[in-house]
């Protein structure tokens, strides 16, 4: 049984159009992060959500919209696609935000790709 | 802010030779540090992880300590084999926990 699931694992869609990738984890945790890895490997926090509430949004087009319908969903929602938000997009999640040695565990990534 | 930096690869490596991936960080504070490893295609995984200075971290033949004094965590394995090929992120957990903030990953390419 899968512990972070993502879907889809790829989409390849054209510039202006608007998506979401959901996520679900089946560990009971209570937080939730969207990273955002690029051509370089490099990975970014997006958002972080703490049961079901907003904790960390950097520095990120408000294009990209996180819903958590639940502390176990965290999907994100993205407008009027661009070329460069072409990445794999990750989801993770981890026991409780605050304590400091929590690991996270992650999705499989999701590609998108922006033609 | 807090940060994390890693050596540049990639890393290119015959099997069985030693290897050594270094990484520093900048913090407030104590923040916990992990590696994780990310295999072609797949998400990240954890490999280890150290929580508080002079901590030794260690899984399937890796293994790294938490330096204080040099504010570092470099990962080392004695013999690394093809099936480790991978992408290897040095990472921080920060004080207040929120998010963990990763270095910008190190390609290890294993050969036989």
């Known amino acids: 049984d899968t512990a972070v699931s993502q879907t889809p694992k790829y989409l390849v869609t054209q510039m202006g159009n608007d998506k979401s990738i959901k996520c679900e984890q089946n560990?009971?945790?209570?937080?939730m992060y969207w990273y955002k890895q690029d051509s370089k490997k490099f990975l970014k926090i997006m958002f972080s959500?703490?049961?079901?509430?907003?904790?960390i949004n950097e520095t990120v087009p408000n294009r990209f919209s996180p819903k958590s319908p639940d502390k176990a969903h965290l999907n994100l929602h993205i407008n009027s696609l661009e070329l460069g938000d072409s990445a794999v997009y990750f989801c993770?999640?981890?026991?409780?935000?605050?304590?400091?040695?929590?690991?996270?565990?992650f999705g499989q990534g999701t590609r998108l790709t922006v033609v | 802010g807090n940060s994390v930096t890693q050596m540049e690869g990639p890393v290119t490596l015959s099997e069985e030779a030693f290897l050594t991936i270094n990484c520093t960080y900048t913090a407030t504070g104590y923040p916990s540090l992990f590696w994780y490893v990310q295999y072609p295609g797949e998400g990240l995984q954890l490999l280890l992880k150290?929580?508080?200075?002079?901590d030794k971290g260690s899984n399937k033949g890796f293994e790294a300590t938490y330096r204080k004094e040099t504010t570092s965590f470099h990962l080392e394995k004695g013999s690394v084999q093809v099936s480790d090929s991978a992408v290897y992120f040095c990472a921080l957990g920060d004080q207040a926990g929120t998010a963990l903030i990763f270095g910008k990953g190190t390609t290890l390419s294993v050969s036989s």
């Open positions: 150290a929580t508080k200075a002079d």
């Open positions: 993770a999640s981890s026991q409780v935000a605050g304590q400091l040695n929590t690991e996270a565990f």
């Open positions: 959500y703490n049961n079901k509430e907003l904790i």
């Open positions: 560990l009971g945790h209570d937080t």
